[in-house]
């Protein structure tokens, strides 16, 4: 089969490799599209090492149909149309004993800890296994992983129907977190970013989306104004590492631009310590909360893709053959602002 291989960091290329066996519990997937997440930017460079072990097929969003499944395997079928749950917790630490898998000690990704979907071929056990109506394109299905992390998010920071709302990063992970969040609340809604490209991006899915370039302007007095004051309910950080701007820090803004007794919701991946003063936290009584991956917002996702709820479309900036994944990662490395979502076509 053909893959895309990391085999030396830094450096991805066309494979030819053996199609995996499966267990009787598992089933293979035959890929149609991949995505490359944010996370595969970082193994690409090295920074997920030692973790990652190289040669590796990287790619934990993906979508296609089954090709074959195991012999304990039942409700599925080949031909089915499927994405790929890439999560696998341990069962047996805390968290996991206590229903809370997304903070397993010893979490792994398909993808990452393992081959994953940038190859024709892709193994998963069954119980990993989503099944996707075929009136969704094999593109969109390809994004439910990362949509699902933004529906996590917003069900960490319990979103209400006329909850407003602010995100800081406009990034994949904050567009997923905007379009989950649109399928809960009618409230106000703000986006910060300081690319005018991927602000501009959110304006052609969701024009009563507010956009703030905080390079412009202070986004906490923006989100102040149109809130007479008062601030949002919910300030989600997906930004990680922010850029050297005077008076631009995002968790802090975050938590300067909420209501007394409001929320923030922390999922950007960042080495740096946020700078935050504890008082501004302590005054408002209010709640910091990370979230991280997801857990069983799968359905949701595709449930809310289903319906026609979300604009997955805008997301997508390009489309690339799977032995042009070189080109995708350069891409995404030397112009970010216009370049969000690569697929990779297998």
């Not at 890439?86 to 805390?94: E, F, H, L, V």
Request: proline residues 5%; aromatic residues 6%.
């Amino acid at each position: 089969m053909r893959a895309a291989v990391i085999k030396e960091y830094g450096k991805i290329e066309p494979m030819e490799l053996t199609v995996p066996e499966i267990k009787n519990n598992q089933v293979l997937v035959k890929v149609s599209h991949a995505s490359i997440c944010g996370s595969d930017q970082h193994i690409f460079k090295g920074e997920f090492h030692p973790r990652t072990r190289l040669p590796l097929v990287p790619g934990h969003e993906f979508a296609g149909v089954i090709e074959k499944t195991g012999s304990e395997v039942v409700d599925l079928s080949p031909g089915d149309k499927v994405t790929v749950d890439p999560i696998i917790w341990c069962g047996q630490c805390a968290a996991c004993r206590a229903g809370h898998y997304p903070a397993c000690t010893s979490l792994k990704l398909i993808g990452i800890d393992m081959d994953g979907g940038f190859a024709e071929y892709v193994v998963a056990d069954a119980d990993k296994i989503y099944s996707i109506p075929d009136h969704i394109p094999g593109e969109h299905a390809a994004l439910v992983e990362v949509l699902s992390i933004g529906f996590h998010a917003a069900s960490r920071a319990e979103v209400g129907p006329a909850d407003d709302i602010a995100i800081w990063g406009a990034g994949k992970v904050g567009h997923s977190i905007l379009q989950a969040v649109k399928t809960i609340t009618t409230g106000k809604v703000f986006m910060v970013d300081i690319l005018q490209e991927r602000l501009d991006l959110v304006k052609t899915g969701y024009p009563d989306v507010m956009l703030i370039n905080a390079r412009k302007k202070d986004p906490v007095e923006v989100i102040k104004e149109y809130t007479s004051g008062r601030g949002v309910d919910i300030a989600f950080e997906a930004v990680g590492h922010a850029a050297k701007l005077e008076g631009y820090n995002p968790v802090r803004s975050c938590i300067n631009a909420i209501r007394g007794a409001g929320k923030v919701c922390v999922l950007g991946l960042s080495d740096e310590p946020a700078e935050i003063l504890m008082k501004e936290l302590i005054w408002k009584e209010a709640r910091i909360i990370a979230s991280r991956v997801s857990h069983g917002e799968f359905a949701a996702a595709i449930d809310a893709l289903s319906r026609g709820l979300l604009r997955p479309e805008i997301m997508i900036t390009d489309v690339l053959p799977l032995g042009e994944a070189s080109k995708g990662f350069e891409l995404l490395e030397k112009d970010p602002a216009r370049h969000l979502k690569i697929l990779l076509e297998i």
